[in-house]
């Protein structure tokens, strides 16, 4: 059974840093690619960065320079270091495995920046 744990949202205010996580299990972790999508109500989801298996990583326009995404395969688990937050990054984070099977998600993580 796949499964998608998410932890690290929060409060925090302009310009400060939050690292979120994301534990998977009951896929073959290491082979696949990851990714963190954040949706605001009433907005489509949208991308925000993925890391392929070979650890090459991919970001979106309006976080490059400000997010890193890593990923740790013995932990099967995958990172997104935010940095310099601002007001429009609020919004609930979530993790994605897309695999043969289908898409699959985590419960999410609200982030919030705001003074």
């Known amino acids: 059974q796949v499964q998608l744990v998410e932890s690290g949202g929060g409060l925090v205010q302009p310009g400060g840093s939050l690292r979120l996580s994301c534990t998977a299990s009951g896929f073959a972790f290491n082979t696949r690619t990851m990714s963190w999508y954040r949706q605001v109500p009433g907005k489509q989801r949208e991308l925000v960065a993925s890391?392929?298996?070979?650890?090459?990583?991919d970001y979106a326009y309006f976080v490059k320079g400000r997010f890193t995404i890593s990923r740790n395969n013995a932990w099967k688990t995958v990172y997104l270091q935010m940095k310099s937050l601002k007001p429009e990054d609020t919004a609930v984070y979530y993790c994605?495995?897309?695999?043969?099977?289908?898409?699959?998600w985590g419960q999410g993580t609200q982030v919030t920046v705001s003074s």
């Open positions: 994605n495995a897309p695999l043969s099977a289908g898409d699959y």
């Open positions: 890391i392929t298996s070979a650890g090459i990583t």
